[in-house]
């Protein structure tokens, strides 16, 4: 079976799994994960984050995004550029009437309303979405590579300034096996759920984040 497919079937069982998630549950565990997240000390101490909003049955973003928000952080989100099939970045500051709904209906920064951030260097902290994720940072995404191209460009742009924190926040249920990888994916560094706080880098979890 050929790495796509592989991908596919994974993508594919997990999507499955999350859509059949009742709703009170899914808003629930994102409460949970969003704690989580925001007692991380690598959140904490950032002052340029960013996120995306959430569409479907993702995991609830937006609650982190209020927050980070209400809390001061600098916040940028992400905007699809269909000629380049990459993802812009924009300074949001007001969520209601800054951001209009774009490609698959996912809310996106108004270009004449947000700054464009045209140098990605000062970005502490990123919240990055994603289908399927392993306890070593794999990250199995919806198949368009929007956010490995975006980290790749990080990189490029980040030799000199620390690298940001790469975050994911997902469901426990969204823990996958042997997810393919291939030389463009891009590993986060931590994984977020309802139930744990995994540091990729070693699989071990941050027992301090863990509820009694």
Do not use: H
């Amino acid at each position: 079976m050929s790495t796509q497919r592989m991908k596919q079937t994974i993508r594919s069982r997990i999507l499955s799994n999350r859509d059949a998630l009742a709703a009170s549950l899914r808003t629930q565990f994102s409460t949970a994960i969003t704690e989580r997240i925001l007692q991380m000390p690598e959140y904490q101490a950032a002052r340029v984050v960013m996120g995306y909003m959430n569409f479907g049955t993702e995991f609830e973003s937006e609650i982190w995004v209020r927050q980070a928000l209400r809390e001061g952080k600098k916040l940028w989100l992400p905007k699809v550029n269909r000629s380049t099939n990459e993802l812009d970045v924009y300074c949001v500051a007001d969520l209601q009437n800054d951001l209009v709904a774009g490609i698959w209906n996912i809310r996106e920064p108004m270009p004449d309303r947000c700054p464009k951030v045209e140098s990605l260097a000062a970005l502490d902290f990123i919240l990055m979405p994603g289908v399927g994720f392993g306890r070593e940072g794999e990250r199995l995404g919806y198949g368009g590579g929007f956010y490995d191209k975006l980290v790749a460009r990080i990189s490029g742009e980040c030799r000199v300034a620390p690298f940001p924190v790469r975050v994911a926040g997902a469901y426990s249920l969204q823990l996958a096996e042997d997810i393919p990888q291939e030389v463009t994916d891009r590993k986060v560094q931590w994984l977020v759920t309802e139930v744990e706080t995994i540091d990729c880098s070693n699989g071990a979890v941050r027992r301090s984040m863990e509820k009694s």
